[in-house]
């Protein structure tokens, strides 16, 4: 391809050139920083800084149309803008050349700037066939973990990558922190139009916290938790009430007011972020701002370099061609006003509807209607939920009896009459937003275009079933605005009141607290039923508690008596080696004595008699020439070592054991005949 080709021979000033034509950024050294993140990859940093800006780069063109213009010759259009991109590459330092008259209908431009912006239909084949990479850093408990993933991918890969790293079963983990609310696995996230830099937290019910992990059970009430923004527009002196869960990061903050103010993301300039706010990327739960109510400010960064405008202003007009009707992102650049570029010249002309058409996130269109709503009738107002219906109604119905509220789902119309006084004097009255506020959570809906009440009945569909959808079909348009209360039960959803635009202050308010009275019944009954399940459950707990301590006590019985039988065997194994080996040197010691003489062989004998410390005797004959060895071998042989007992005379007593053993029994006076006895040594 040329564009190919003319990438890899262009210098770096060419390449800066061209991304600043592109993207219209005029702070040189902020374009230089982006281009040296991406290793001056000049289609990778354009489509890095589009999709933080715009939401997402358009790749995908279903009309034959838009196809022809990707391979075939750019249109005239093209050929001019590729024509303007080009003067503004050489104003800032490229040195491509001007287009030819005939290269409009006959070559593809072969400026360098309009070969590689991505605005620039001849280059949308080579942005196309790009993957667009998605950045996510996961929370869990103590642990963060950064994913980078094609956009093609799904929900489910996600879960598995984070089952590998976190060790958690995907089957227990439950993934928070979309914008759009809980999403499926087979979702794939090109469907959720999610940002470059996303910041998501895992939540697993189903396993208990470490020890190690109890400070992370506050971060997790925090990203559940939800942070009233108090935004102030120096500018345009207005400020923005704006209510966020702690999951949303900084980034999408900064995303949504750029929908409401029209600043755009790099051109804002914010007063009023803690210290600690130091990444976009944070969460506001972690970001350090206070609780529940937070007060910023912001207005549009001074530009420094004015000569730039043009340039800037090509790339805002290209970029509004290729997103096919997306706003304008910076349109004080041209110096229209916004109510000229609307077809709004005048006040009398037609209010900006309270809910864009065809949003394709619920938050974000309830974040217009807030920004609307307070903008025609105040900041004192009910505080509507953020969030799709199911989120809301999560929010209401399920979690403890004694902290649900009832649902209230306001349902606006700006073809009836009857709205804007029920918005200025009903919704906007102290004492129904402070009502509301104490005991429902408000949700909002507008259905003046079709699309967005097609929506809605669809939502109720689901929710609530065909008979609340049915409903809401019969009202006529000059019975709106609605107001729906709505009861959440064990088995399905109960529509307790539907209240009409033609209504007062004080009826408004008895059929609240009428609708309340059944509520608080209901509740009494379902804290009574929580309460009974919850001490069964502390009494199970108790019980099994109680039944695995005595299965500790039962085994470290069993192991103390396996111990001791043990020992016991060991000392009857020691004990019994030891009788045999006394045993065994006794009878060594019987074979070695010699024979016992007779009283006629005519020698000198001596007789001797023993006693033992049972009572017993022991007589035999000696040689009066024998050893007293032999002697003390005698009384070994009979089972008293000569190491544990002594050998004693009578009368006068003496110690045998301590003569000589080689002395004869002549010389030690045994003879001819004495009565000795067995002691034990002490």
Not at 33 to 42: A, G, I, K, R
Not at 45 to 55: C, L, S
Not at 265 to 290: K, Y
Not at 343 to 352: D, E, F, L, P, Q
Request: net charge negative; hydrophobic share 35%; aromatic share 6%.
């Amino acid at each position: 391809m040329a564009s190919e080709s003319g990438e890899s021979n262009m210098d770096r000033e060419m390449i800066l050139a061209d991304f600043q034509a592109c993207t219209g950024i005029d702070n040189i050294a902020e374009a230089i920083t982006l281009l040296e993140l991406n290793n001056w990859d000049l289609v990778a940093a354009i489509n890095g800084v589009i999709p933080q800006e715009n939401g997402i780069l358009q790749s995908n063109f279903s009309s034959e149309s838009s196809q022809a213009s990707m391979f075939g010759p750019p249109s005239q259009s093209e050929a001019a803008d590729a024509a303007t991109a080009s003067t503004a590459a050489a104003a800032a330092g490229g040195a491509a050349p001007p287009p030819s008259s005939s290269s409009s209908s006959s070559s593809p431009p072969s400026s360098s700037a309009s070969a590689f912006c991505p605005y620039n239909s001849s280059s949308r084949h080579m942005v196309e066939r790009q993957p667009r990479m998605l950045n996510f850093k996961v929370e869990y408990r103590q642990r963060t973990v950064d994913l980078v993933l094609e956009e093609g991918s799904t929900v489910g890969e996600i879960k598995k990558i984070l089952e590998t790293e976190l060790g958690v079963p995907v089957s227990k983990m439950q993934l928070k922190g979309w914008k759009s609310g809980d999403v499926s696995d087979s979702t794939v996230m090109r469907s959720l139009h999610l940002p470059k830099n996303n910041s998501l937290y895992v939540l697993t019910p189903d396993i208990a916290p470490t020890a190690s992990t109890s400070k992370n059970s506050a971060l997790e009430d925090s990203l559940n938790q939800n942070f009233l923004l108090v935004i102030s527009h120096s500018e345009a002196q207005r400020d923005y009430s704006l209510n966020f869960p702690g999951s949303r990061t900084i980034q999408e903050v900064k995303r949504n007011i750029s929908d409401l103010t029209n600043i755009p993301v790099r051109h804002q300039q914010w007063e009023g972020w803690p210290a600690s706010a130091t990444d976009d990327s944070m969460t506001l739960a972690v970001s350090g701002i206070s609780y529940p109510c937070h007060h910023l400010s912001v207005c549009r960064r001074s530009s420094t370099a004015n000569t730039q405008e043009p340039t800037e202003e090509c790339a805002d007009v290209h970029m509004i061609s290729d997103s096919e009707g997306d706003d304008f992102e910076d349109a004080s650049e041209f110096g229209v006003d916004d109510s000229e570029m609307f077809g709004m010249g005048s006040s009398t002309c037609r209010k900006t509807p309270m809910m864009p058409e065809n949003s394709e996130n619920e938050a974000d269109a309830l974040l217009h209607f807030t920004a609307e709503f307070s903008s025609r009738y105040g900041e004192t107002h009910p505080m509507f939920f953020i969030g799709s219906l199911e989120a809301a109604s999560q929010e209401a119905f399920y979690g403890k009896a004694r902290d649900r509220k009832l649902l209230a789902i306001y349902l606006h119309n700006d073809d009836s009459v009857l709205s804007n006084v029920f918005c200025s004097q009903m919704m906007c009255a102290d004492s129904i937003v402070s009502y509301l506020s104490q005991n429902f959570i408000t949700w909002a809906w507008d259905v003046t275009k079709e699309a967005n009440k097609a929506r809605l009945l669809t939502m109720c569909t689901r929710h609530f079933g065909s008979v609340v959808t049915q409903t809401i079909r019969t009202y006529k348009t000059d019975q709106f605005p609605l107001l729906l209360v709505v009861m959440g039960k064990r088995t399905s959803n109960e529509v307790l009141n539907v209240i009409q635009g033609n209504t007062t202050v004080d009826e408004l308010m008895m059929r609240l607290m009428g609708a309340m009275e059944i509520f608080t019944a209901q509740q009494q009954e379902d804290i009574k039923d929580e309460d009974e399940r919850e001490a069964r459950e502390m009494v199970k707990r108790e019980q099994d508690e109680a039944y695995q301590l005595s299965l500790e006590a039962d085994r470290k019985k069993r192991e103390a008596q396996e111990r001791e039988e043990a020992e016991q065997v060991r000392l009857e194994q020691m004990r019994k080696e030891e009788e045999d080996e006394k045993e065994a040197i006794r009878l060594s010691l019987e074979k070695t004595l010699p024979p016992e003489p007779i009283d006629e062989s005519g020698e000198q004998i001596s007789k001797l008699r023993i006693r033992t410390p049972s009572g017993e005797f022991l007589e035999r004959r000696f040689l009066g020439s024998c050893r007293l060895q032999v002697l003390f071998d005698f009384v070994a042989s009979k089972g008293f070592p000569f190491d544990e007992f002594k050998l004693l005379t009578t009368f006068p007593r003496r110690n045998i054991t301590q003569l000589e053993p080689g002395s004869t029994l002549l010389e030690a006076k045994l003879f001819p005949q004495e009565t000795l006895f067995l002691e034990a040594k002490e």
